[in-house]
């Protein structure tokens, strides 16, 4: 496209065509012009000169100027841009530092280098505008589906008509046995629309959960409406999902609204996602009861759950375990996505044989620390005893209940176990002293020797020492590394120590320290307690 200044009103035509096709301001264009035009003048007349265009919106006739700023004398860096004041004063009265001194220039004709220049600058300009008017378009529409035509594959990335602009629907977030034509309409959900560097982005997706559920949402008028909500999806894109609903109206069945008449609705759904088998489980805040939902079709024994560590261990009969793990884990995995745990599954017979195995050391304990027979042992044991201390510090009267045992008996087993608790205390204290442990320490209130001397073997060896320490450097905890969730070993985690109590212990240090006021303790503890009622509302509603 070649401009020159005398086709004036041409320039307005190609702007009003320009901006028509393209749907943008006619006046992004001619500012791209004008830009283009002030270019080629400084080709002409010199890169160093501020030259600026301007286009009459109404007649297409192009003014070129020349800019010169007014210095301070001395000041002068580029002659052909500035001048100082006794300079101005030849061309203007009453001349002030920072003013300017405007004056007309010939117009140029462009050549055919300057001509393809202005060209590109114009195509920048006019790309420029159509991203940002994408932006604007979807900026709002975040979490939405979007019916689009395929303009064409490249790299096996499917590019579509955004209008304006072109989006890319990237080649891992299409179900892998999909294929398009150019022409053929596509549902996309947009993710998230951003500003990057290189332009605002429209990040497209078919694999994402949430695009099923906005699926079902456009398939299940209840869902629509509110009266069924999707509290959590998990998807395996292209094999296999699962989708956690639930309703909050008695008299509506979740899932039979969701699967509809004779299938119509879930098959709408399949049918969209390439034949994706889905699975639709009832929600439930229980989370043992949710997740045995979320394992069907196996069935499930047994539920075992540890709220601290987010796992949860799961019987199944011998028969079921294929059924609940799944073809390549793919059921159990789902599963764990949906509850947002880590599921350990097992068998009725692996867990019995735990079970035993536990039973027998724990009777073994007994046997070689409070000098019993084993059919004592295990009496002890099957009455739920498992420690020392418990046998040393539980009421009598428990003890009675077990057969076999009266009152001298009782209080001689409780004789030996508070004896072996005080000669094993005596010993670790001995030896945490002898680790070079701090007398701050030892008399820190929550604190056993046992604990005392595994802090001291880890290097905590004064109150300063624990008082630098993390809640999880005490109790444990988990931290997720490429995906995965992975143990953190606590010092004192042996000793049955939660996080709270971890964190209360810390900051109770940090208080006789000096180094927080009480006042700073009350206040960190309310703000602890408050994210603990929050995470369980945010954990099912994932």
């Known amino acids: 496209m070649t401009i020159t200044s005398a086709n004036q009103l041409e320039l307005l035509q190609t702007a009003e065509a320009v901006a028509r096709e393209k749907m943008i301001d006619p006046g992004l264009v001619i500012e791209a012009m004008e830009e283009s035009l002030a270019r080629a003048a400084q080709s002409r007349y010199g890169a160093e000169m501020d030259i600026r265009v301007s286009i009459d919106r109404k007649t297409g006739r192009a003014t070129f100027e020349r800019f010169r700023t007014v210095v301070e004398d001395g000041a002068v860096e580029n002659y052909q841009a500035e001048m100082t004041v006794e300079e101005a004063k030849r061309f ?14 010939p117009p140029v004709d462009m050549g055919r280098i300057a001509a393809q220049s202005a060209k590109q600058v114009i195509l920048q300009k006019i790309r420029e505008a159509e991203r940002d008017k994408q932006f604007e378009d979807y900026k709002d529409r975040v979490g939405t589906i979007i019916n689009v035509p395929v303009q064409r594959e490249e790299y096996g990335n499917l590019i579509v008509d955004l209008n304006p602009g072109d ?3 990237r080649r891992n977030e299409k179900i892998g046995r999909e294929s398009y034509r150019t022409g053929d309409r596509i549902r996309l959900y947009i993710k998230d629309v951003r500003r990057e560097p290189r332009g605002p982005q429209v990040f497209l997706s078919r694999t994402a959960p949430e695009f099923m559920a906005e699926l079902f949402k456009m398939e299940v008028p209840e869902i629509y409406d509110g009266i069924i909500e999707v509290k959590a999806v998990a998807r395996d894109p292209g094999s296999r999902a699962k989708i956690a609903v639930v309703s909050y109206d008695t008299s509506i069945d979740p899932v039979g609204a969701c699967v509809g008449m004779r299938g119509s609705r879930v098959q709408a759904v399949v049918n969209e996602l390439q034949g994706e088998k889905i699975d639709i489980v009832p929600w439930n805040e229980d989370v043992p009861t949710f997740l045995v939902n979320a394992l069907q079709p196996a069935e499930v024994s047994k539920v075992v759950l540890d709220e601290d560590a987010e796992r949860i261990e799961v019987v199944v009969p011998n028969d079921q375990l294929s059924l609940a793990i799944g ?8 599963a764990s996505q949906l509850t947002g745990l880590d599921i350990d599954i097992m068998t009725e017979e692996e867990e019995s044989q735990r079970r035993q195995a536990e039973f027998a050391k724990r009777t073994r304990i ?12 295990q009496l002890l044991v099957s009455e739920g005893f498992t420690s020392l201390e418990e046998v040393a510090y539980v009421e009598i009267e428990e003890l009675l209940v077990i057969d076999g045992v009266d009152e001298d008996t009782a209080k001689e087993l409780q004789a030996r176990a508070r004896g072996l608790i005080d000669e094993r205390d005596r010993k670790a204290l001995e030896d945490a002293r002898e680790l070079g442990v701090d007398q701050s320490l030892i008399d820190f209130e929550g604190l056993t020797p046992l604990m005392i001397e595994a802090l001291a073997k880890d290097g905590v060896l004064n109150l300063e020492d624990f008082a630098t320490c993390a809640d999880w450097e005490l109790a444990g905890g988990w931290t997720e590394q490429d995906g995965e969730r992975v143990k953190d070993t606590g010092v004192l985690e042996d000793f049955d120590l939660g996080l709270e109590e971890a964190r209360s212990m810390v900051l109770t240090a940090r208080v006789l320290l000096g180094w927080i006021t009480p006042e700073e303790l009350e206040s960190q503890t309310k703000a602890a307690a408050g994210e603990e009622e929050e995470a369980p509302e945010e954990e099912s509603g994932a």
């Open 327 to 334: 073809r390549r884990g793919q059921n159990v995995r789902l």
């Open 167 to 169: 989006g890319v629907l």
């Open 366 to 377: 007994f046997m070689e620390t409070l000098d019993l027979d084993e059919f004592f042992a």
């Open 92 to 105: 203007m009265e009453n001349p002030q530092i920072g003013g300017e001194f405007v004056e007309e220039v």
